[in-house]
């Protein structure tokens, strides 16, 4: 006899899994909602808590001027003696209004594809879906749900920071549907990630004919790059990227000022607070230059503490249940998951669809992973 696979064991079959993941989140993709585009994501803010209220949550909203709506929604569980579950997703997409006119919502040879489809919108279609299909029976997740559709992940999360220290409260653990590993595996651990602004200002001057009343801002963002990337330890996974540089008016003319963005990765928490102690005591090479820079974001690493490793292992069995090896690994990338872990709760993150071009124009899920997923976040809402 033919084993059954994960979508059967829920009483569907796998096409009927993929449609209703499929049927979620096409509407979510098609209405655009980049960072920072205030109407569009409190728009779709809205959308989603219509449906979510369908499905039995009791929701709050709060507004997040300048960037969106963010939203938190609490699903009772069957025994709420238990701690509860926290939920984190997003909603903004770094894909700019317009991007559906060359990279539409479309299903081929095994894929769909849309901007914002992959990072992260069908990781929280999953999780909706998950829901629904509990409703549907008239049953309710182990634990509360506390879930949390946040507005400005892609940015940074400036906007929910006090929403995460408040569902962190009394928690038993966070997921995190964003993307799986390429291998399907889920996340236990990610680099921290801090970004800042690099400033100078010094004094122009005609390059021919008065060069020394200048004082160059180029000159001295040049003289300050190696310094920067002294910092870096490769070793212990700490990295450095200077992304943008701008400077100069013309080519005869001393720049007044100029200004750079950093991106900074590290794996262990100490690491990020010794490159921010080490930015900060930067000085001018040239003394009536000024310098100013600014941590514009931070995030500290995920750690693979061992309460993470104790919920991974349990969401290991969960999935060997659905006839599958859950793997584990380690993103470079950030996410509201390492936020929150700040609080002192394990996360396991990366629970999400497997797929691949994220940020890009390819951007996009894989089908047949689809009915897995689906199953999967039952079980964990169902048992963990």
Known sequence: MTAQTPAERLGLSDASAIDRVLGRVRPWVEAESPSYDEAALSALSWTIEAELRALGAVTRPFAAPGF????WADFPGANSSLEPIVVLAHIDTVHPKGSLATMPFAVSDGRAGGPGIYDMKTGLALVVEAIAWLHERERRPRR????????????????????????????FAALVPEPALPDGSVKTARKGVSTYSVEIEGRAAHAGVEPEKAISATRELASLLPRIYALEKHDVGTTINVGTIAS???????????????????????????????LLALRPEQPQARLRITRTEHRGPLVRTPAVVALYEQAKDIAAGLGVDLGEGRSGGGSDGSIIAEFGIPVLDGIGPRGGGAHASDEHVLLEDLPFRLAFMVRLLDSL
């Open 68 to 71: 969106g709506r963010n939203l």
């Open 144 to 171: 509360d749900v506390r879930l949390l559709v946040t507005c400005d992940e892609e940015i940074g999360a400036h906007s929910a920071r006090p929403l995460f220290e408040e569902s962190a409260l009394g928690a």
């Open 248 to 278: 100069g008016t013309a080519t005869n003319v001393v720049p007044a000022s100029a200004k750079a963005s950093i991106d900074v990765r590290a794996v262990e928490p100490g690491e990020a607070e010794r490159v921010h102690a080490g």
